[in-house]
């Protein structure tokens, strides 16, 4: 192997990993820092990004509690982050209802935080002059905004404008040199899909839908995030990478 030869490598680089207290998040966080980025993680639950912090590989990384729905924790948030190379809009909920049963609500809680509120830190951070040329978004959309199945109707369709939301970021960011796009990750092993609406008897069968016959492990994303933010896919914006099997 040619030595220092790597174009995988994130080193050099400081990246914003949301929703990094908990499954893609942490594990991107973590993955990152190993790959030599210097991390900012974000996310609600203090313990949880503490826990995130303390398995981080190197020195020089910052945790900032924000909850990205909050007008003022987002300015903050923005204003103590140091300049960075590239994001990673991972932070998500989701809430299951068939479409006739769907509550205003809820409705409105999932667009806020998976949709509304990414457009909303894109554009401070933008605005803030806070990512540098040639910096990467990563934008975590779901292969349920394109597979859709009954219940899920206001996940998917967050997702799906997310999905459509880096396309537009590639587009208007390209003259800045900054990248964007979307991964679309299949169902994965986080706390997201342990909130009990699926029987585990139904998990087991949805599992074998999947050629590997297994759920994604968060790490699996990570390593998809990492090639989206380094230097190896210089060359791609304005795309989705469904990460799935
Ligand atoms: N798991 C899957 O199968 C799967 C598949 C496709 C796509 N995804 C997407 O991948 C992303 C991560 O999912 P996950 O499975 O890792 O979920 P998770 O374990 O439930 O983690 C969600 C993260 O989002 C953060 N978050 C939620 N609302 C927030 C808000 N208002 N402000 C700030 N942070 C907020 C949480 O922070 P706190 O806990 O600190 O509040 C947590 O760190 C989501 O966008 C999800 O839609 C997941």
């Known amino acids: 192997m040619m030595e220092g030869y790597n174009p995988y490598s994130l080193a050099g680089k400081t990246v914003l990993v949301t929703g990094a207290s908990s499954g893609i998040g942490r594990a991107t966080a973590i993955e990152c820092s190993r790959l030599g980025a210097t991390v900012v993680a974000t996310g609600r639950d203090e313990v949880r990004l503490g ?21 003022e924790d987002v300015a903050r948030l923005v204003s103590e ?3 960075i190379d590239g994001f990673v809009c991972n932070a998500g909920i989701t ?6 049963y769907v509550k205003e609500e809820e ?3 999932v667009f806020e935080t ?3 509120a990414v457009f909303t830190l894109t554009k401070a951070i933008m605005k803030a002059k806070k990512m540098n040329r040639g910096g990467s978004m990563v934008f975590i959309s779901s292969m349920a905004a394109r597979q859709v199945t009954p219940g899920n109707a206001m996940y998917a369709a967050s997702k799906a404008a997310l999905e459509s939301f880096a396309r537009s970021c590639a587009q208007e960011y390209a003259p800045m040199q900054v990248r964007a796009n979307a991964i679309l990750p299949g169902m994965v092993e986080t706390p997201l899909n342990k909130q009990g609406v699926l029987s585990a008897e139904m998990i087991e069968r949805d599992k074998q839908n999947y050629l590997l016959k297994r759920y994604g492990k968060p790490e699996e994303i990570a390593w998809a995030v990492i090639y989206l933010l380094s230097d190896a896919s210089a060359w791609i914006s304005g795309t989705s990478m469904m990460v799935t099997c």
Request: hydrophobic share 40%.
């Open 51 to 71: 826990e995130t912090m303390a398995a981080l590989t190197g020195e020089g990384h910052v945790s900032i509690l924000a909850n990205l729905t909050n007008a």
């Open 81 to 83: 982050l140091p300049q």
């Open 95 to 100: 809430r299951r209802r068939p479409v006739s």
């Open 114 to 116: 998976n949709t509304f």
């Open 107 to 109: 409705l409105r809680e």
